[in-house]
């Protein structure tokens, strides 16, 4: 098992950035992916970005392309989600997710159902 622990949520204003971290701990090397989803209130949890944990490969929803950046630092087993130019109907709860899969990461950043490890989720709250 791995424990994921999300941390850096908050309140910005519209345009503002944020920076969330993932940090893992556990058995690690179980997992390939990390990825991060949202959930908006009122809808179901959806993927943001990916992030292939033993190379550089990275997947973005096309929602967030160009605004949202994923990276790992693989000393410290931590995945971050830079998050600039933030809009309101980014605001949400944002979960960090772990998994290991062997085929392409575009059908499976969009299913939640298909990754086995979740953290709790940090708020973030965009404001106009």
């Known amino acids: 098992l791995v424990k994921l622990v999300e941390s850096g949520g908050g309140s910005v204003q519209t345009g503002g950035s944020l920076t969330l971290s993932c940090a893992a701990s556990?058995?690690?090397?179980?997992?390939?992916?990390m990825a991060w989803f949202r959930q908006r209130p009122g809808k179901e949890r959806e993927g943001v970005a990916a992030?292939?944990?033993?190379?550089?490969?990275?997947y973005y929803v096309d929602s967030v392309k160009g605004r949202f950046t994923i990276s790992q630092d693989n000393a410290k087993y931590t995945v971050y989600l830079q998050m600039n130019g933030l809009k309101p109907e980014d605001t949400a709860m944002y979960y960090c997710a772990a998994g290991f899969f062997l085929e392409p990461m575009q059908p499976v950043i969009v299913n939640p159902n298909r990754w086995p490890e979740w953290g709790q989720g940090t708020q973030v709250t965009v404001s106009s």
């Open positions: 992030i292939y944990t033993r190379g550089s490969d990275t």
């Open positions: 556990g058995y690690t090397d179980s997992n390939n992916y």
